[in-house]
């Protein structure tokens, strides 16, 4: 028993640097994200202020809020989870910890770099993949190296067993250097002619914000359901066929119904979308299966409630894609706003609320030291759904809304905004939530950041001073 | 891939290729476009529900009488392709000549926004092309036909509110310069309402970005028929 304690803790110890510098950036980046989604939002109560700064108009701000989110959080984040999950399933230290450390840091160079080049009006104009090359190249890189690390702990793995967590962990390391360096590539490096850029960039957007993100936050979420509820994944063939059916499917659409395109690329899109609705009823089944009923862990807003909250926003969120590519909604919804709000319920409610849950169960584990203010942590769950709620509900509405008013004809195109308008101003309510949600957790890490600091300094400081201190002489 | 290798077609009924490359100015334009993220709130991508024809008496024959009276048991507007068909057959079969018109429909035609949907030759010469995907402005695709008048559009985008009352869109200020009237005012200064209008002895006049963007919303006006889109351009009025 003293021998497993011992070897989980090295592999804990083992990850700590490369995750206190991935989650510990990261959360800084989703700070920025929340404050410039605030700002961007505040153009819908008073357009007429943000006149005289490029820096400050809704078309530089709103771009970097997102990339901020997706590209400074919820992509650092996965990494940092994934690293984890691969050497505790696997029993194995992460070796040479230097590197991920050092990539980590490349990584959160790159979104800086990114987002200074969005705001200096260097953006690529393409949707989720904004960053300008210096920017995108690190990135890359960074990403390259990070998943190098992970897939090697995977294979030099001592529990050979391998878990569906595995499954989808892998295919996301592999995803993202796939995706990323096609679509910049052939759009930013040497760009296709015409429309084959909108629809790599659709292609894109979709297979990092829908299939990565699912990937990575269900990959989570099949290790800590089962671990929390204290019953095994109902069932292994339920979530293997899950994988084949989400990646087969979620990464053939993209294109909206109404591309100014030949029509079979938008067609092949919507089935594929409707088709998704089969892989969602199953990890609904599973979720179901494997949750209700067990005799784990109960919830109190720690990390077994976010996982499950994140877990049923997936499942709301993938039947907004698959209701938005049924034919007559598909029309009605699309240029609204209801698409952006099933990209926040799939970033922020499921992705980011998962890895919330993942990184207050690792870290202090990880680190060694528990968190200095555990009450704010149930607190910023509660922010983190009403700020969800306040942001995606008005959003959906709105979407619909505005939707029936741009298919009528007789009403003006002013009418449509008019009657948006409102209910972008009730979620800018939902985004300052979020704002409160974020800056809670990042009060939490940063604190464990600091007493981590002060112990190391402290140790450093006995170290060196241990062989020369005399007796009576404080170290 | 086909799509990639896309080449100018040609112009329904007219010896003309579609499209031409966008001048130089516009072409910078579309850059300030993009710096901007114009495409975070207007779309480039006009919609279609469909078409409807209209059958247009051009000739009454030999016996004008027999095809009015035709005519007047006929639907002639609003048509379907197959219908339009039948009724010309029916026109014709009383020796009348008649011309069949094809008018795209949807909401967004009605609006005035184009006048057929978008098609990928529209953005043939265009890097980045920006489509967009939401609608928090109107969409642009046809912005250059619909707003010809380039001092509106700078106007618009000096101050937007001057123009159009509750417009939620940003001032884009930046993009000019206010400037001591020194001598004659400058021929580029904006002519603005009061209200908006700068301290007394200074004058707005646009920078070239300005002009760059509002030469790129000029070019924007995907108004040729072409085969996968097909319209019958309405006659220009005198």
Known sequence: MTVNETSTNQIDASCRVPLLVLFGGGVFWLVVSSVLAVVASLTFHMPEKFGDCPWLTYGHVQPAADDALLYGFCIPAGLGVALWIFARLGQTPLRGAMVPVVAAHLWHLGVLVGLVGIFAGDSTGFQWLEFPRGGSALLFFAYLLLSLWALMNFSGRRESGLFPSHWFLVAALFWFPWIYSTANILIVGWPVRGVVQAVIAWWFGNNLVFVWTSLVGLGAAFYFLPKFAGRPLQTYFYALFVFWTLIIFGSMRGVPVGAPVPAWLPALSALNSLLLVVPVIAIAVIGWKTVVGAAGQECKGGSFCMIKFGFVSFVLSALMLVASACPYFSRLTQFTWFGAAQTQLQLYGFFAITMFGSIYHILPRVVGIEFAFPKLIRLQHWCAMLGLFGLVAPLVLGGVVQGLKLEDPNVAFAGSTKAMLPLLRVSSLGLFFLLIANLLLALNIFAMIIAWKWSVAKAVFAAVTAPLAKPGVKA | ?238
């Open chain 2, 1 to 238: 891939m086909q799509l990639g290798g896309a080449k100018q077609v040609a112009v329904l009924n007219s010896s003309d290729v579609y499209p031409l490359n966008r001048p130089g100015e516009a072409n910078q334009g579309l850059q300030i476009y993009r710096a901007n993220g114009c495409a975070a709130c207007h779309t480039e991508q006009v919609q279609q529900e469909g078409v409807a024809c209209d059958v247009v008496l051009t000739a009454a024959g030999k016996n004008p009488m027999v095809v009015s009276n035709l005519i007047s048991t006929l639907k002639l507007k609003g048509l379907t392709e197959q219908e339009a068909e039948a009724v010309s057959g029916k026109i014709a079969a009383a020796g009348g000549k008649v011309e069949t018109h094809i008018f795209a429909t949807g909401a967004d035609i009605a609006r005035g926004w184009g006048l057929r949907h978008s098609v990928a030759e529209d953005f043939l010469y265009d890097n980045p092309v920006q489509l967009g995907s939401l609608r928090i402005g109107p969409d642009l695709a046809g912005v250059g036909a619909r707003l010809p008048d380039a001092n509106w559009q700078l106007l618009h985008l000096y101050a937007p509110r001057s123009l159009v009352k509750d417009s939620a869109m940003p001032p884009f200020r930046y993009l000019f310069e206010t400037q001591k009237i020194g001598g004659a005012p400058s021929t580029d200064a904006l002519n603005l309402s009061k209200e908006f209008a700068p301290p007394a002895g200074y004058e707005v006049v646009p920078k070239p970005e300005a002009t760059e963007l509002v030469a790129y919303l000029l070019s924007l006006h995907a108004d040729m028929p072409l085969y996968d889109a097909p319209f019958t351009p309405p006659t220009p009025k005198k």
